[in-house]
């Protein structure tokens, strides 16, 4: 089974240390750990670092982080991972291994995560206090507002979502790039590579839905709706802080 993990990391060597950690004591193991570390120190070395492909990085941009760790991938399997993330299934490799070869045409897999802090899951979209009460009115406005309401799993052209099809799981259209899984030649198809100079600049946010839309014009994204993992968002990741 090939698989590589791609971690994307930025002034956080102890969080990046811990998930590395786990994910050296899973079953089955990855093929390769990825890390992309565009941190201002590189991260010392205690003996787990050196048991991953480790990537300094000059750029200070997530989505260009992520297309190196692409580039320096070798399996037909990706699996990316924020830095804060924490395993809870340690066999979830498997999981992700059996979705891929179970299911023909699939090109992605939106993980479940549960934001630790909070305890709320991340796989539904909260709702806007000022969203209109769901009438006709409510909806001939949200439609109007280029903000309508959305099925499960689809993703509007404004960045509006619909929630995962949380209970069984099924076809989606988004994913959270907090956790996901990609066919490695379905990844970067038609994918705008613009986005990386708008992100550098400050100017983009939410490339991830952009990923999981290109992915599922090159086949289907499945929302796989078991918790593998916690988010430990302490927001302090660069997003959070500006």
């Known amino acids: 089974m090939n698989i590589d993990i791609i971690i994307c990391t930025y002034n ?11 994910l050296l004591t899973c079953n089955p193991l990855p093929s390769s750990i990825i890390i992309v570390d565009s941190s201002d120190v590189s991260i010392v070395d205690n003996g787990i670092i050196e ?9 200070k941009n997530q989505p260009y982080q992520r297309y ?4 320096n991938s070798s399996s037909e399997i990706l699996v990316y991972l924020d830095d804060d993330m924490e395993v ?3 066999t979830f490799l498997k999981d992700i291994h059996e979705l891929f070869n179970l299911m023909p045409g699939i090109s992605g897999v939106a993980l479940n995560f549960m934001d630790k802090q909070i305890d709320t899951s991340l796989s539904m979209i909260p709702k806007s206090t000022l969203k209109p009460k769901n009438s006709k009115i409510g909806k001939w406005l949200n439609c109007i507002t280029g903000y309508p309401e959305l099925k499960e799993g ?3 052209m404004n960045g509006n979502r ?9 076809p989606t259209q988004w994913l959270s790039g907090g956790a996901f899984a990609a066919k490695r030649s379905s990844l970067y198809e038609n994918f705008n590579f613009q986005l990386f100079d708008l992100f550098e600049i400050g100017l983009g946010m939410g490339e991830d839905g952009v990923l999981g839309y290109t992915l599922s ?6 929302y796989y709706p078991k918790l593998l993992f916690y988010h430990n968002d302490l927001k302090d990741s660069s997003y959070s802080l500006d």
């Open 51 to 59: 048991r991953t492909h480790y990537i300094r990085s000059a750029r």
């Open 68 to 71: 190196l760790g692409y580039l």
């Open 88 to 90: 809870i299934e340690s």
């Open 162 to 170: 619909g929630a995962q099809p949380s209970v069984n799981g099924g």
């Open 12 to 22: 956080r060597p102890e969080r990046v240390l811990k998930l590395a950690e786990q």
């Open 217 to 222: 014009k090159q086949g289907t994204v499945y």
């Open 154 to 156: 689809e993703w509007g």
